[in-house]
């Protein structure tokens, strides 16, 4: 109806604001939004920034320094705040390489960014960034603590201050032994990370390629010759290539989003001494016995046994070792389940959506 194609148009609107306009249209953008408390338009337009931060590194500085002023504001929009430090820090090196490769004329909106990104790191004598620290937990702490470690651009005072505190919390996160390898392998899911074969990522990556390069630039020429037949509201071809429009930018944005979650786990680091990501589990179900992967939720494939670790026997199943007997929900009631082994899982699942 007419209400919705507004609401679609203002938020286009907002979009187009944000991506092309300075810091001073974007903080009259969030007041207007706070204003009309449309609570989930910045959250859901960061959502799609945070896919492409690398290309849009003004519009991911200014997000973060708003995000970065309160746990709920970025949480609210699917991210942690340590973990945006991380993109910071991540940023800052990938701008500096670029001013170091590019010409002086092109390099001042970079250097720009990485001022902006320092002052935010160093707010307040870095209380804040303190506060921050304190939310980390042992996977964050591991990441968080190697992009501050391997950062080459970062002053040695604002490195050693994340380091430190990381250290001095999480000491096996510098030991390389089987305890920190574990962390890594079988990261606790949460909303704001998404956890993938490596092979599936780059499928989704490779996905999103297509639809931005081929599948959109399409949709936009039909709309257009639709267009030139004339008189819109009788003009079926022209609604069909909006409609379908709709549904590939939506696509593109939900892609964006998952795909900035994403966090691939190697072969070499399935969970293998208690259940975790890339886990083959042999189980007695009830009566029956059973062998099922966890793997995440691209993919999933119950009909051959491969589990999300978001699925309700996955959840149950999750961080449990050989011997252990849970309950799992099936059919309504709760049924006992028992770990009979445990191996890593071997093998080549199709993948959701492809």
Request: hydrophobic share 35%; charged share 30%; aromatic share 6%.
């Amino acid at each position: 109806g007419l209400e919705e194609h507004l609401k679609n148009q203002l938020a286009e609107a907002y979009e187009r604001l944000l991506f092309d306009g300075p810091d001073s249209i974007r903080d009259l953008v969030a007041e207007h939004v706070a204003k009309t408390h449309e609570e989930d338009v910045l959250p859901s337009l960061f959502r799609k920034v945070r896919g492409v931060y690398r290309d849009e590194p003004g519009l991911f500085v200014w997000f973060a320094r708003r995000l970065l002023n309160s746990r709920e504001s970025a949480e609210a929009a699917g991210i942690t705040r340590p973990t945006l430090i991380e993109h910071l820090i991540g940023l800052h090196e990938v701008l500096g390489y670029r001013v170091r490769t590019s010409k002086k004329d092109n390099s001042a909106p970079l250097r720009a960014n990485m001022a902006d990104i320092r002052q935010i790191l160093k707010r307040s004598g870095f209380k804040r960034l303190r506060e921050i620290l304190t939310e980390t937990d042992a996977t964050e702490a591991r990441h968080l603590w190697k992009a501050a470690d391997h950062a080459v651009g970062i002053e040695d005072r604002l490195r050693k201050e994340i380091t430190g505190y990381l250290l001095a919390h999480f000491p096996e996160i510098q030991s390389g032994g089987e305890e920190s390898r574990s962390a890594e392998a079988s990261p606790t899911p949460s909303p704001s990370r998404l956890l993938c074969l490596l092979e599936s990522l780059e499928a989704k990556r490779e996905q999103l390629k297509r639809l931005k390069e081929v599948e959109i630039p399409q949709n936009s020429r039909e709309i257009e010759s639709a267009r030139a037949l004339g008189d819109l509201r009788e003009n079926a071809e022209y609604h069909a290539a909006k409609e379908r429009q709709g549904v590939l930018l939506a696509l593109v944005g939900q892609l964006q989003e998952e795909i900035a979650r994403a966090t691939a786990i190697r072969e070499e680091d399935f969970a293998t001494d208690s259940v975790g990501f890339g886990s083959r589990v042999q189980i007695r179900f009830g009566d029956k016995e059973r062998s099922v992967a966890i793997l995440g939720p691209w993919e999933s494939d119950p009909d051959e046994d491969v589990l999300s670790y978001e699925s309700p026997l996955g959840k149950t199943l999750w961080g449990h070792g050989v011997g252990e007997t849970l309950e799992a929900p099936a059919h309504g009631s709760m049924v006992p389940v028992t770990i009979l082994g445990i191996e890593a899982y071997s093998g080549h699942p199709a993948l959701v959506g492809q």
